[in-house]
């Protein structure tokens, strides 16, 4: 056999975009079936827990691709306008038909201001802090959004038990530090920070904030963009 040359790194990233894609057809489907059989499925626990791994997985997946394409420095934010509130809506009522089904209450508390950001990228962090949070909580997520000291401020709160001591902190992650043998989460602080760090003004840079309290008083994350 000769030997070849080749970028596994590429050919796993290829893989990865195929789960990707086919993943979100799956919950499309899932969605879709919710909808159509709602009296007999909204609020079964094994189609319930089908629905939130299978997004966990996809959250997974868009992680990784991101990560990789920031490890081949072809990650950018395409940074835009957009109006906060609106935003949040629209990403949360993707959310909606899982947190009906498990009873979840999610509210959004946004000031009606503009922000500046790519809006994929902040679309896959918010997607995997909602995703955690629906892991963690007892039965209130809240969404935030206001300006302070001059940046962006986006939060996911819940009324669960909170970060441990270990996972609160602020500003950015370095990949090395990072314990992966608790799970997934430390893959999406990661990729949250990185993609935090992307957004940047002058000297100043964006990050990631975990934090306890909050008007829930549970779990707080937040993502600060100048």
Known sequence: MNNQNIDF???LASAVHDMKNSLGMLLNSLD???SEQQHSLGESPRFNTLQYE???MHNDLVQLLGIYRL????LSAHIEEHFVPDFLSE???RHTPLLEGLGIHCSIEADDINGFFDEDLLTGVLNNTINNAIRYTRKKIRLTAGEREGYLVIGVEDDGEGYPESMQHAGTLNFKSLDFKSGSTSLGLFFASSVARLHSE?????SIKLHNGGSLGGGVFEIWLP
């Open 54 to 56: 299978a997004e966990r």
């Open 9 to 11: 790194s590429m050919v």
């Open 91 to 93: 990403h949360l009522a």
């Open 202 to 206: 002058g000297d100043r840079s964006g």
């Open 32 to 34: 879709e079936l919710r």
């Open 71 to 74: 490890g081949e420095n072809n």
